[in-house]
């Protein structure tokens, strides 16, 4: 069984920093390609982050370019999101997931809230 948890999440001032981490288990991490996704209530959960499984590439949605870092250690089975610079549009439910998502295991995703 393919499960994600996602922890690391809580409440940030716009400005601030805040890593997220994933930890996979069920797949073969290392030959897998990794995403983080977000959702807002009433919106589609759409990704944020993508990195190939060696790490050698990722690619970011424009609104969090420069600003969010995703790696991996697979030694770890462990994906994180390094987010800086936060910003009030990027609250919401981050979850990680296989890219493309395996629908099946989606976790309970972390809470992201930036507010002052």
């Known amino acids: 069984q393919v499960q994600f948890v996602e922890s690391g999440g809580g409440l940030v001032q716009p400005g601030g920093p805040l890593r997220l981490s994933c930890a996979a288990s069920?797949?073969?991490?290392?030959?897998?390609?990794m995403g983080w996704y977000r959702q807002v209530p009433g919106k589609e959960r759409e990704l944020v982050a993508r990195?190939?499984?060696?790490?050698?590439?990722?690619i970011y949605i424009g609104s969090v370019k420069g600003r969010f870092t995703i790696s991996r250690d697979n030694a770890k089975n462990t994906v994180y999101l390094q987010m800086n610079t936060l910003e009030s549009g990027d609250t919401a439910v981050y979850y990680c997931?296989?890219?493309?998502?395996?629908?099946?295991?989606w976790g309970q995703g972390t809470q992201v809230t930036v507010s002052s």
């Open positions: 997931n296989r890219n493309p998502p395996i629908n099946s295991s």
């Open positions: 069920g797949i073969i991490f290392r030959f897998t390609v």
């Open positions: 990195i190939t499984d060696l790490g050698l590439t990722t």
